[in-house]
């Protein structure tokens, strides 16, 4: 990327950084309600703690299961 050049980078971050901040930054943007899911912590080394992080996968994974299936409930 060259200098001056515009990224879309930085407007889906800027987007999503203004949802989950403090009230006083939303009050002129509109706000979405994006579903919210836990990030998987690992341990290390990888190799050392496969079932572990497995363990942490697959509740994280199930997590977002939970939040689109609700969300497309709604």
């Not at 912590?41 to 997590?63: F, G, I, T, W």
């Amino acid at each position: 990327m060259k200098p001056g050049e515009f990224a879309l980078a930085t407007l889906h971050t800027g987007s999503l950084s203004c949802t989950h901040t403090k009230w006083m930054h939303k009050l002129d943007f509109p706000h979405a309600d994006w579903p919210m899911a836990s990030f998987p912590m690992y341990e290390y080394p990888v190799e050392k703690h496969r079932s572990e992080n497995s363990k942490k996968d697959a509740q994280s994974l199930q997590e977002v299961l939970c939040a689109v299936v609700k969300t497309l409930l709604q």
